[in-house]
Nanobody
Framework: QVQLVESGGGLVQAGGSLRLSCAAS????????MGWFRQAPGKEREFVAA?????????YGADSVKGRFTISRDNAKNTVYLQMNSLQPEDTAVYYC????????????????WGQGTQVTVSS
């Protein structure tokens, strides 16, 4: 199992940027698929992005985040990042980091390990 701790959330005005970090611990972190999901009040958990462990390939969720959000990882630091630019009020949600040794996809059910989440609030 991988332990995950998110940080970097906060309150930002529309058009601003935030960078979320997810510090991972465990023996196989560097090979794990890492992902970001978000959940707004009253809505289902939504896939944001994922990055593979070995190749560093990435996939993104809704068209609304493509071109604005970028996922990256630093295996030397066991950390995955989510750079979020041009934030909008509809990006307001709790953002969760997730990890799995095998699953590389958009379904939250495929990820075995989860962090506690970090709140992102975008004001208009």
């Amino acid at each position: 199992q991988v332990q995950l701790v998110e940080s970097g959330g906060g309150l930002v005005q529309a058009g601003g940027s935030l960078r979320l970090s997810c510090a991972a611990s465990g023996r196989t972190v560097s090979s794990a698929v890492m992902g970001w999901f978000r959940q707004a009040p009253g809505k289902e958990r939504e896939f944001v992005a994922a990055i593979s462990g070995r190749s560093g390939n990435s996939i993104y969720g809704a068209d609304s985040v493509k071109g604005r959000f970028t996922i990256s990882r630093d295996n030397a630091k066991n950390t995955v990042y989510l750079q979020m630019n041009s934030l909008q009020p509809e990006d307001t949600a709790v953002y969760y980091c997730a990890a799995d040794q095998h699953y590389y996809g958009r379904d939250y059910k495929g990820f075995a390990s989860w962090g506690q989440g970090t709140q992102v609030t975008v004001s208009s």
